[in-house]
Every structure is written in structure tokens, then in C-alpha cells.
């Protein structure tokens, strides 16, 4: 549950559909708005509705602040997975799960970040200039980022202190939940529960010897995710928290 890295892919994606939405809006506009784009439009609206104020404060945890843009960011990253997964994100029903969804990924993110601070885990400089190229790489040049993050109010310091926080975050969740070694039993038995659930359809499961890995992955990040949620429960009770939204 890498939760900072999946928002720092997302908003990389974001500011990449930015730019071509720039570079597309002359033609646009020669262009006759469908019967869909209407509904898209429709959409996004009510998306956008389910924002707030970047300056709000929505919550805090052990007296940190969590504001508006902060949120509005894990927000939209949620909102991107329900529709590609097929969901619907701008019912009422799906706008409160959402935004509790939301809360819930800031405070736990917050939690384990202090938690990371406390114990002194860093980010080296190497580090974070290896993953600063990565974004470089994504965008083509180092000059397209920089007038990307400038559409975002944001600029290449910005983007490294998240780098950074990623960073220390993924160290401290590594450390938390180390990934232990996974039997071939247990890889035979997890195989056999997916076959008899997929006796009956039509598309043949591949052998064991060709999915072994992939379920040893499954299993190890079913087992980090059970570790993580056990850990954060242990420090919000210790913790203070209060929702503003």
C-alpha cells in the first residue's frame, strides 16, 4: 500500500493530460461538442464539486494540519481509480465513500510519515535525484516538467520534497512489513482455491509452474497489507485525530 508513490504517479499522469489538453484546445474549439463530451463534461463537474478549499483544513493529527490541497490531491487519485475500475465516482453514495476513503489514506499517511520521522528514517540525495530523472525522463525534458509543475503552483523543489517523502515512506513501510519468504505449499494450496473457483468458465487456467511467482507476489502483498493495517491501528491509538470535514 504505497500510498505517496501511487499519488506521485498519479500526479505526474495529471499534469501530463494537462499539457495535452493545452495543446489541444484551438482545435477544440473549431471542433462541435458531442452528446458524450457533454456527459463527460457533466462528470467532471460534479468531480470537481467534490472538492474544497486548499486552504481548509480538513484534518490534523497530533496537532499536523492536513489542508485542502493535500486532500484535494489523494482525492482526485481516488477518483481516477473508481473510473478506470468501472465505478462511478460522482454519485452522492460514491462521493462520501470517497471522501472518507480520502481522510482515511491522509491520516494513515500522516501517521506512518511521523512514525518514519521519529525513528529518523531518510531519503538520500541519491536517492531522490534517481527518482527527480525517472519524472524527467517522463515528461521528455527536464524544461517540459518545470513548465508542467508551474501549471500545478509548483516547482522542482516541491516535486523532490514529495520524491522524499515517498521515499522515507516506502523505507518505513519495508521496515514495518518486510517481505517474508513464501512456501511452495502455500503457493500449491493458493493455486488449487483459484482453479476450483474457475473450474466452470471458459478459459483455461495456465499450470502452476507458469503463475508460482506471480501468487508468491500476491500472497507476500496480501500479508504486508494485513501487517500495515495491524500497525496502524496500534498508532492511532496513541495518536489524536480529529476530522474538520
Not at 60 to 72: F, H, L, M, R, S
Not at 76 to 82: L, P
Amino acid at each position: 500500500m504505497n500510498l505517496k508513490k501511487i499519488f506521485l504517479s498519479f500526479f505526474a499522469g495529471a499534469l501530463a493530460l494537462s499539457l495535452a489538453a493545452c495543446n489541444g484546445d484551438e482545435k477544440a474549439q473549431k471542433e462541435e461538442v458531442s452528446e458524450e463530451q457533454v456527459n463527460v463534461e457533466e462528470i467532471q463537474a460534479k468531480l470537481a464539486e467534490q472538492q474544497v478549499d486548499k486552504n481548509d483544513i480538513v484534518a490534523v493529527v497530533n496537532d499536523e494540519e492536513i489542508n485542502g490541497e493535500q486532500y484535494n490531491a489523494v482525492l482526485m487519485s481516488i477518483q481516477t481509480q473508481m473510473q478506470q475500475s468501472g465505478q462511478d465516482p460522482s454519485s452522492e453514495e460514491a462521493a462520501e465513500q470517497i471522501k472518507d476513503q480520502t481522510l482515511d489514506t491522509l491520516v494513515n499517511q500522516t501517521l506512518l510519515l511521523q512514525q518514519a520521522k521519529i525513528e529518523e528514517i531518510k531519503a538520500s540525495q541519491d536517492e531522490i535525484e534517481e527518482e527527480y530523472k525517472a519524472f524527467v525522463q517522463q515528461f521528455g525534458d527536464e524544461k517540459t516538467l518545470i513548465e508542467a509543475l508551474k501549471q500545478e503552483n509548483m516547482d522542482t523543489e516541491n516535486l523532490k520534497e514529495q520524491i522524499s517523502e515517498s521515499i522515507i515512506f516506502r523505507k518505513y513501510q519495508e521496515q514495518v512489513t518486510p517481505i517474508e519468504e513464501v512456501s511452495d505449499e502455500t503457493v500449491k494450496e493458493y493455486y488449487e482455491q483459484i482453479a476450483a473457483q474457475t473450474e466452470d468458465g471458459e478459459q483455461e487456467l495456465p499450470p502452476l509452474e507458469e503463475l508460482s511467482e506471480n501468487i508468491k507476489q500476491i500472497i507476500q502483498q496480501e500479508e504486508q497489507q494485513k501487517k500495515l493495517s495491524a500497525h496502524l491501528e496500534t498508532l492511532k491509538e496513541d495518536a489524536k485525530i480529529e476530522l474538520k470535514i
